[in-house]
């Protein structure tokens, strides 16, 4: 089992994501305060396409992302680990952000909507079919992960407190539950299990110095990985190889504060740090992860006025190569493209969804040949559709036939 911690300052939530995501605001505060993240995501759109927050399928052949290629907003993307075959799963009315995969590689929990109380966590299959919201409390729940089982999601929210707390839940959203509760102006956030479920890696912090720590399953008996730093000095983006002897993560202990980060490798205790990136300023190596089979490590990079790209390198530091190169509004076209169209899933069952490298129009028949539906949409709701064979008509705008799909709705 691993886990990942988001944020380097993890006690903001977004404040708005439009064009750029700009800023965090506390809640039940009445100031705006700005982190490392807003940094992150400052004017983003403007400097091109991103592509960020990578992690892996249990088997290491998917790599699940966020990018913002193909809309104003945020969605997540799924691509070989080779960076081909990019595929967006999500179609979300707001930023879809932060996946992680079940420990069995068939679903994917994330968070919608980072703007305070409107963040809820959502599940989906892996290939992004039958998305449920899990939360629905008009409080904020976000920085969603699997427990080893996959029974059990575990995650951060506000709920009574002005400071977040760590919270667990079934996978179907049920038994809510919360594990901590730390009084004064602490913040514990973006929270995983080990490999066995019995301890919770976290993040904890009091303003700017938030630092690496682990706790009982049951939140007690917390122990710090990383020393508590002062102010502005944070570690995060942690994340364990498989079998949770080493570590892995960014810092800003080298760059300076909003100055850059870097990548370190430690042991699974903290000990034995061993510096991998050398930032420049304003030069952000962020959100490492180790592959689960090869252990080349997949990170977020950022050069000063340059966009978001994913790229990876041996566990030395050595051997840096870009994955995939994001293009504005091409990502989709270019999958379509290679593939003519692809409507998928196959079986379906309560929706279909179709990529084509041109505005098109579908028709949909059942099997007598009865059209039942037309639309121009690139997701289908077939929920209230009895199970059988139907067949899919793709036209362009100017009516010419693209391609006929039979299709079995479950």
């Known amino acids: 089992m691993t886990c990942i911690i988001k944020f380097l300052n993890p006690f903001f939530v977004l404040a708005g994501i439009t064009h750029t995501l700009k800023a965090f605001i506390m809640k039940k505060a009445s100031i705006l305060l700005f982190s490392f993240i807003a940094i992150l995501f400052h004017d983003l759109h403007g400097q091109g396409c991103n592509s960020l927050f990578a992690v892996f399928s249990p088997d290491g052949n998917y790599i699940y992302f966020v990018s913002d290629r193909d809309s104003s907003d945020w969605e997540i993307y799924r691509m070989d680990s080779n960076g081909q075959n990019i595929e967006r799963l999500t179609y979300s009315e707001a930023p879809a952000l932060f996946p992680e995969v079940s420990p069995d590689g068939k679903k994917v929990v994330f968070a919608e909507n980072l703007y305070g109380n409107q ?42 407190s002005p400071y977040p707390e760590i919270f667990v839940m079934d996978s179907s959203g049920k038994n809510r539950r919360q594990i901590t509760q730390t009084s004064g102006a602490w913040w514990n956030s973006d929270p995983c299990y080990g490999k066995d479920g019995r301890k919770i890696y976290y993040s904890i912090g009091y303003n700017a110095d938030n630092h690496i720590a682990v706790m009982d399953s049951n939140g007690m008996n917390s122990t710090d990985i990383t020393d508590p730093n002062t102010f502005g000095t944070s570690e995060g983006g942690f994340h364990l190889n498989p079998d949770n002897t080493k570590l892995i993560f960014h810092t800003t202990e080298w760059a300076g504060y909003n100055n850059g980060s870097d990548i370190v490798e430690s042991n699974a205790d903290g000990s034995n740090w061993k510096q991998l990136t050398y930032a420049a300023d304003n030069e952000y190596f962020y959100y490492p992860v180790y592959h689960p089979i090869s252990g080349n490590i997949y ?32 990502g989709t076209k270019a999958f379509a493209k290679k593939n003519a169209t692809r409507i998928y899933p196959n079986p379906a069952d309560k929706e279909i969804r179709i990529l084509a490298d041109q505005p098109f129009s579908i028709r949909l028949y059942d099997a007598s040949g009865r059209m039942l539906l037309k639309s121009n949409e690139a997701l289908i709701n077939t929920s209230k559709l009895l199970p059988g064979i139907y067949f899919i008509e793709l036209r362009s705008k100017g009516g010419q036939l693209l391609k006929i799909k039979k299709i079995f709705i479950q």
């Open 119 to 160: 963040s809820e966590i959502f599940i989906m299959n892996s290939d992004g079919s039958h998305k449920k919201q899990l939360t629905d409390n008009h409080i904020y729940d976000g920085k969603p992960s699997f427990s080893p089982d996959g029974k059990r999601i575990i995650f951060d929210a506000w709920d009574e």
């Open 299 to 330: 990170f977020s990079h950022k050069y000063p006025g340059k966009p978001w790209q994913i790229y990876r390198m041996k566990a030395d530091g050595s051997d840096t190569v870009r994955i995939e190169t994001c293009r504005l509004s091409t």
